[in-house]
């Protein structure tokens, strides 16, 4: 969702370096940018659509500038929409994370006191009530005047917010946050601020991540920061990062969404090898506690549930699963003998982060699987096991799905006392992953891909562990595509969806070598009696596929081989259609916003 990169330093070439951190931020997903430049006045640059080949050669030299990616939530996606956003005066740009759920109220008032509101944001009217209230300040210094009235503001907002604001008189910025991630970033003489840590690394490795409910007043050569609530100075303690800026770019793939899912291997092989220690600690956390949740949002919900059944397979143990949004109605069960594992890719999502925090205040203990080191749920967790998939740029998530699902598989069978043949699977699982990839099966699936990519509907089934993986095939091939994929239970078939079934429908079942063979074929035999074009993934060909695409038997490991070929069918249906599967339209990577 909303990008926020900002610069305040010695380098006149401030737009640019926004310019540039806003780019490293566009896979989190964005309909619009804009810039604001401080030379003597703000200069506001906003366009829509992608950032593409534009420049921002136009805007003045200058030593401070503030971006921001948004992503629409109150208002279209229009120019005049876009932030940065002023105030009456052009002395104040403002640029936003979040929703002010409040806003209506504060307008009203806004408007009545003549202020001119341009747009149909939430932010907008956040700038004219920070005007307002620094007007009406006496006594202290502008610098002050203007902390104190952001702060005011600030704490006026119902919601969860991130704000950063540029003071055109003061040469300054504040930025205050409750919800949505801010990391600041120290340099010599200069400053950084972006949504993800990520795009700081390039200029400085001195990272502080600002907490909820704290405001910061920033020059190039120096950084305050208060309680937002009480006004109060604290100390600000900066960390050394040890991250190493991960290869982010496509190398030889012509998206990133085809480049992880070629990284998926490497990324399995490497959580086999290096996650000894951590696997044996936190399955013992799962041993000692009573009532264990598994918490996710999209594609990590889907990890989360197939985590259900290999608990239940493999160690024989009960785990229950919500999705985040659902979570906060179920936390009246937690005690503080209560377990929760969240999964996030991004460790940002705010109904995962909501869930979390609610959890806490039971006494429930939290533990994450997360692959964005030093994000929210890192922090928040009191043992956090890290994915290690390196950054997923594009939007459709892939290889963290699979290291969640490497990870779960390594749990249980360590908490099943039988690691080493979980090791085994998933070493036999990186063999057919090899096959699942390799040339002759792509042409397989794109073969494929040009009979389904005239299709307006897709269904496809699954029963046990591959429940979750149909669910997630069908995600993948709605991101990516757009083409409606509905996955469900096979046993559900006939409460319903068969009535769906019609002449050369297509139908695709994931059939592995398990208790669920036979009954899923059975689902099968009832779709091609209705006409539907069956689309086998099995260990196995069978008469009744019309198509058949091989994955072998790797025991319950199958389900990762399973799963990229969802990732590659939905990679293809895109592709064939001319679409950028790395950026669909509507969704973000990162859901900051409830
Ligand atoms: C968004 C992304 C999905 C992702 C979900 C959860 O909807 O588009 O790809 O699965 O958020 O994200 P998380 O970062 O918590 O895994």
């Not at 029963?463 to 595509?481: D, H, N, T």
């Amino acid at each position: 969702m909303c990008g926020i990169f900002g610069y305040i330093g010695k380098s006149n070439k401030a737009s640019e370096i926004v310019f540039n951190g806003l780019k490293t931020l566009e896979y989190r997903g964005y309909d619009s940018w804009g810039i604001a430049t401080l030379k003597s006045k703000i200069t506001v640059k906003k366009r829509v659509g992608k950032i593409g080949n534009a420049n921002v050669d136009d805007l003045p030299k200058s030593n401070f500038a503030l971006g921001h990616t948004r992503w629409a939530t109150h208002g279209g996606v229009t120019e005049v929409n876009a932030h940065p956003h002023l105030d009456c005066s052009g002395q104040f740009a403002i640029i936003h994370n979040g929703i002010i759920e409040n806003y209506d109220e504060i307008k009203e008032e806004l408007l009545k006191k003549k202020h001119k509101i341009v747009s149909d944001t939430d932010t907008e009217v956040a700038v004219h009530l920070i005007e307002e209230i620094y007007r009406k300040s006496t006594g202290k210094s502008k610098k002050e005047n203007f902390l104190e009235a952001t702060r005011k503001a600030f704490n006026r907002f119902v919601g969860l917010n991130a704000i950063i604001v540029m003071d055109a008189e003061t040469s300054t910025y504040v930025a205050a946050k409750n919800g949505s991630p801010l990391a600041i970033g120290k340099g010599s003489n200069e400053n950084f601020l972006a949504s993800d840590a990520h795009a700081l690394i390039p200029y400085t490795k001195n990272i502080y991540f600002m907490e909820d409910g704290e405001i910061i007043s920033v020059t190039p050569e120096n950084i305050s920061i208060f309680d937002a609530l009480t006004g109060r100075k604290k100390t600000l303690k900066f960390n050394k990062l040890t991250w190493k800026q991960t290869a982010i770019d496509k190398g030889k793939y012509p998206h990133f969404m085809l480049k992880e899912i070629f990284d998926q291997p490497k990324v399995i092989e490497n959580i086999i090898n290096d996650s000894k220690f951590q696997i044996i600690n936190f399955s013992d956390i799962i041993k000692n506690s009573y009532g264990t949740y598994l918490v996710g949002c999209g594609t990590a919900a889907y990890a989360c549930l197939a985590g259900t059944y290999i608990f239940s397979k493999i160690s024989g143990r009960h785990l229950n699963f919500s999705v985040g949004s659902e979570f906060g109605y179920l936390v009246d069960f937690l005690t503080p003998k209560s377990l929760v594992i969240a999964l996030s890719q991004s460790g940002e999502t705010i109904d995962v982060i909501d869930s979390v925090k609610k959890a806490k205040v039971k006494g429930a203990q939290i533990t994450s699987l997360v692959n964005s080191l030093g994000s929210t749920l890192y922090r928040l967790s009191d043992k956090k096991l890290l994915l290690n998939a390196g950054v997923e740029r594009a939007v459709v998530s892939t290889k963290a799905f699979t290291a969640k699902l490497t990870v779960l598989i390594l749990l249980a069978y360590q908490l099943a006392g039988k690691i080493s043949e979980g090791k085994s699977i998933l070493r036999e699982c990186l063999k057919v992953l090899k096959e699942v990839l390799c040339r002759d099966n792509l042409n397989r699936i794109r073969k494929l891909v040009k009979t389904l990519v005239s299709q307006k509907h897709i269904y496809i089934i699954g029963r046990g562990v591959s429940y979750p993986i149909a669910l997630e095939a069908a995600l993948k091939i709605k991101e990516a595509s757009y083409i409606h994929a509905e996955g469900f239970a096979a046993g559900e078939l006939k409460h319903g969806v068969i009535a769906l079934i019609e002449k050369n429908i297509p139908c695709i079942a994931f059939l592995p070598n398990d208790e669920t063979y036979g009954a899923t074929l059975a689902g099968c035999m009832e779709m091609k009696a209705r006409g539907g074009y069956i689309i086998g993934i099995s260990h196995k060909n069978h008469e009744v596929f019309d198509y058949y695409l091989p994955v072998y038997d790797v025991g319950i490991a199958s389900i990762i081989p399973s799963a990229v070929v969802g990732q590659l069918l939905g990679y293809y249906l895109a592709i064939e259609q001319g679409l950028d599967p790395d950026k669909p339209r509507n969704l973000a990577k990162s859901v900051t916003v409830r």
